[in-house]
């Protein structure tokens, strides 16, 4: 558990949490940068949110020989597209690292991060979002990691989670 963590909010920054004696704020945020750096086209898989940008993903796929041109690829949702394989591999490596963040994070301090990342200190359900990523990662039972210590909590984690589940 974090315990040399400092928080103060910075009301001349909207609020947003300057955070000092963070012990694993660092790599968290490295594992998250190293998660959304992966480069996904090399399983297959593209991100399209308009006709133009499909076009495009799907002439990779072709190009790279995943696919032949013609063949159907699959909707995963949120605008991704590709290869079942591809997004199996793909996830995959996402869960390594995730599992490397449950290994190495300490969920406070992620909590903290991602409160700024979400911008909870202007976001109407207050710091939902924030919370749902650590419950995301560590379980419910991670999140009683916050107790006593969340800014904005608009929800207790019991309600979020129940949330998360519907």
Known sequence: MATNVQVRQDWDNDGFLRITGAETLQRYSELCQQQNNIPIDKYGVFFAFDQGQFDDG??????????????KVKSFGQGCFGILDGMKRWMKECREIDD????????????????????????????????????????AAGAAALQGRRMRAYETVDTIVENMNK
Do not use: Q
Not at 58 to 70: H, N, R
């Open 58 to 71: 799907y002439k990779g796929l072709v190009k790279m020989g995943f696919i032949k041109d013609g063949e």
């Open 100 to 139: 490397k963040i449950r290994a190495e994070c300490d969920p406070y301090e992620v909590y903290l991060y991602e409160y700024n990342n979400f911008e909870c200190c202007i976001d109407w359900d207050g710091d939902t979002r924030a919370v749902e990523k650590v419950i995301s990662l560590f379980g």
